[in-house]
């Protein structure tokens, strides 16, 4: 498999960053919900905040690698079967994803920076706070992180069925190009 992506499939690295992010975006998702079931005398109560904002700011280092390599080795053309509404909304899904990612990211980091502390990353380095209110900061960034979390779990579930409608019911390439794979149809 190559490395950048070609006008007919994506490469090795747009496959890794997808598929890598994919994987984190939901094992956050998971591990937010269950952190905020712990009773302050549960032995994770104080370690699974620390985890999930040293992996939330790796998320963040991973998103901006993944909009620069984007621009570096462009994603394939779309298939000459996809109508313009398919093209479209693809595109607007894919802008929608990396925005309510960000949202996530930048209100995850203003919940874990109000009180004034640095985000410690698995002891490697220190993100400084730059916005601190305790009290109204840390509330309404949460609300606007549950909310923002709940909309990517969906819209990337739409985004999986769609892929998978495509590969099922269009018989067509698409999910195949995710994989790194080529195929008659995809020109490769």
């Known amino acids: 498999m190559q490395f950048r992506n070609s006008s007919a499939r994506y490469g090795a690295i747009s496959v890794a960053l997808h598929w890598l ?25 104080h370690q699974a905040p620390e985890l999930h904002k040293s992996i939330g700011i790796l998320l963040m280092l991973g998103l901006v690698v993944r909009i620069v390599w984007r621009h ?13 509404l398919t093209r479209a909304s693809a595109v607007l899904v894919h802008i929608a994803l990396y925005v309510l990612l960000f949202g996530i990211l930048i209100s995850g980091y203003l919940i874990s920076t109000a009180d004034g502390k640095p985000i410690n990353v698995f002891g490697l380095f220190n993100v400084p706070a730059t916005l601190t209110d305790a009290g109204s900061q840390a509330d309404l960034a949460g609300t606007v992180h549950l909310w923002l979390a709940w909309s990517v779990v969906v819209l990337s579930v739409l985004h999986g069925l769609a892929a998978l409608k495509h590969h099922f019911i269009d018989k067509d390439a698409t999910l195949k190009r995710m994989l790194g794979k080529s195929s008659p149809d995809s020109g490769a």
């Open 21 to 45: 992010m994919a994987i984190a975006v939901y094992g956050m998702f998971a591990l937010g919900l269950w952190m905020v079931t712990l009773s302050y005398y549960d032995g994770w109560y």
């Open 72 to 84: 570096m080795s462009p994603p394939p053309s779309p298939l000459s079967s996809y109508s313009r």
